[in-house]
C-alpha cells in the first residue's frame, strides 16, 4: 500500500522532495496564421506588425494536461517590463485567471525556464509553469474540474505593457490547448449489471495493468485522472458511485458488492493483465479502498490520497457485516483544513504490521492541500463540500502543493509499475 498525505502546518518532521521537470526542447517553427489574431502556438497582437512582440510555446499548438508547457515572448525591447497573463474558462464558464511581473533580457527575449518572475504577480521567482498552476478562480469556493475529458481546456495568454495595477497595452496573445486524451485511447462507457463507469485503455492490444480509480464526496464520475493515467500505459476504469445517473443521490449507505462487481469485471477483461488490479482513491474514496483492500480479492496494490483509514460519512454494508461511518467534530477540521491525513497514514501502517503485513510507503508533503490532484491543476484552497453543505478550507501552499503534485503523479505511476508489471517505471518508487 502507497499513501500521501499533505499538511499546511508543522513542517520540521518531514522532507519535501523536488524533481526537476523534464523541459521541452527548442519550440518548433511557429504555424501559419489562420486568422487576424488567436492563432495557436504563437501570435502578436492584432494590429502590430511582423515585429512586434509574440508569444512562442512548445509544443506549439496543443499538449497534454499532465506535461509541461514552456513559455516565452520573443520580439520585446532591451530589459522592457511586461505583465503576463494566463485565462482560462471551466465548461460551466467560470473564470481562472494567473498574472505575473517579467522583464526581457538584454536582447528583448524573455523565457520563464530561464527569467524569474518579479514581486507583484500570483507568484515570483523561477517558475516555468507558474502561470498555469497559479490559476485562481474570480468566483469564491470555486475548483478547477474537467468534467468531458474529449475536449481541451483552451488556454489564452496575453502579453501586456509595463507593471501597473491595471493591464497596460496590449503586446501579444496567444492560445494553446490542454487536452486530457492522448490519442490512440480509448473511452469505453461501461454499464454492465450495476456498475456505473468509464474505462480508459491504451493504444494498442494490451493486456495493461488495471486500475480502479475512486474520487471523493463530490460525487458523479470524474474521469479526468483516469484519462490521464491511461495516456501512461494503464487500463483505468474510473468509477462513480453516488450521485450519477440511477445510483443513489446521497451518500448514506453504501454496498461494498457494488465495488466488487466492479472489481470482478476488471480481472475479467481481456484487455487488463492479471493476476490482480490496483486501486487508487482519493479522500472518500481513499477509504472505500481501504475496505475494497481489506474485504475483496483480486487487489493487488492500493495508492491512497489523503484518505481516512476508517469508514467516513456513510454506512457500509458487506454480506452480514455492517460499519457505520465514524463520527465528526466540525470544530476540529483544521490541519490540511479537511483531513488530519498524516496520523490516518501512521494509523494505517500500523495496523498493516500488526496484522503481519508489510509496512506501506507513506510519503508526506509539507506544505500541500487535501486535493492533490495530477500535475499543474491549480491548488483548490476553499470549495464546497457536498456533505457539509457549506465551503470548506482545503489547505496549502500554492507552489509547495504544485511541486506536491508533480512528485505524487510520479510515485503513483512508479508503485503501480512496480507492483501490477514487476517492472520499474524509470521513475524511482522508494523514498
Known sequence: MWQVSARSLSRASCRAWQRRLPWPGP??????SRGPAWSPGTAPAQGLSSMAPSIRLSPAARSLFDEPLAIAVQGLGPRQ???????????????????????????????????????????????????LWALQPQKPFWRLVKRDVQSPFLLQLEVFEGHGERPGRLLAQAQHERAFLRDGVRRVPVREGRIRATLFLPPGSGPFPGIIDLYGTGGGLPEYRACLLANHGFAVLALAFYSYEDLPKGMKEFHLEYFEEAVNYMLQHTQVKGPGIGLLGHSKGGDLCVSMASFLKGITATALINGSVANVGAVLHYKDITIPPLGINRKRIKDDHNWKSEFFAVEGSKRLQAHGKEKPEIVCYPGAGHYIEPPFFPMCAASMHLLFGKPVMWGGEPKAHCEAQIDAWQQIQAFFCKHLTGKPSGTSSKL
Open 27 to 32: 519550440a518548433p517553427a511557429a504555424p501559419r
Open 81 to 131: 517590463q511586461v505583465t503576463l497573463r494566463t485565462s482560462l474558462r471551466d465548461e460551466t464558464g467560470e473564470l481562472f485567471q494567473a498574472t505575473a511581473h517579467y522583464q526581457a533580457g538584454d536582447d528583448g527575449q524573455l523565457d520563464l525556464a530561464r527569467c524569474p518572475a518579479l514581486p507583484g504577480g500570483s507568484f515570483s521567482g523561477l517558475e516555468p509553469m507558474g502561470l
